[in-house]
């Protein structure tokens, strides 16, 4: 549903539900749309599958407004599914708010998308820090597939994350951010396998980085990386006026 500016949700939790919305954009396990106001006070676990043919799809929230607000902890594990849309992930599928992440947040399971797909956030703005999960991440044949955000705007930066799921892509797809205009910073890519057969623009780390991509110490990871053309071990394709900074080594098959 949607929970509209000057509305309030106050521990609304769901376990073990199935939330199917077929024809409609906008799903998530507590709201498909918030521009009010959504708080836990406790630390929650969530659990269910979410699925719709469109886009904007989350575990806890599909869309969240510039003017919404989320706080407290919490955790969703279980499956996120859209057929034929973008901007899905594992907690929130668009989130366009340029704010260090309030959330004490992880997500397992499997999260399945077209395009911005991710196992936190398939579309963000935000500052991550310290987040790791274990989701596995698919895209179905679109662009911007990340182990931890699909799409990270310029306004946003990811640091200290890791995850340990297992990304499977199709163009742009890197174990971190599929497509990064942003920053990403000492994260680590801790699975065993980057799939995008055919694909372009791969990476263990990063698809396609348009923003920067920096290490403090020498970096060293251990995964096989499958792709087509501009594939690379770190990143798919660094394009002009973007950065890699520090030493990066990758221990597989590219």
């Not at 929970?3 to 919305?21: I, L, P, R, S, Y």
């Not at 340029?98 to 499997?110: K, R, Y």
């Not at 199709?170 to 942003?182: D, E, K, P, S």
Request: some cysteine.
């Amino acid at each position: 549903g949607s929970n509209e500016a000057g509305a309030t949700m106050t521990d609304c939790v769901f376990t073990g539900a199935k939330v199917q919305c077929n024809e409609s954009h906008y799903v998530g396990g507590i709201a498909g749309y918030n521009a009010g106001t959504i708080t836990f006070t406790s630390p929650y676990t969530m659990s269910g599958d979410i699925s719709s043919w469109w886009s904007n799809i989350g575990g806890v929230l599909g869309y969240q407004e510039t003017t919404g607000s989320m706080t407290g902890d919490f955790n969703f594990t279980g499956t996120v599914y859209s057929r034929d849309g973008g901007n899905v992930g594992g907690i929130v599928g668009y989130e366009p708010q340029t704010i260090a992440c309030p959330w004490d947040i992880t997500a397992s399971g499997t999260v399945t998308g077209v395009s911005s797909v991710g196992g936190l956030f398939g579309y963000s703005a935000m500052d991550l820090t310290g987040y790791d999960i274990s989701a596995t991440v698919n895209g179905r044949g679109g662009d911007n597939i990340g182990g931890i955000v699909g799409y990270n705007t310029a306004d946003g930066t990811l640091d200290s994350c890791s995850t340990t799921g297992t990304v499977g892509g199709a163009n742009y797809t890197g174990g971190i951010v599929g497509r990064n205009l942003g920053q990403v910073i000492d994260c680590d890519y801790k699975g065993t396998s980057i799939e995008s057969h055919g694909y372009s623009l791969v990476g263990g780390l990063i698809g396609q980085n348009d923003g920067t991509l920096k290490t403090n110490a020498p970096y060293t990871m251990t995964c096989n990386v499958n792709g087509g053309n501009y594939t690379g071990g770190i990143v798919g394709h660094n394009s002009s006026g973007s950065y890699m900074i520090g030493s990066f080594t990758i221990n597989g098959d590219v």
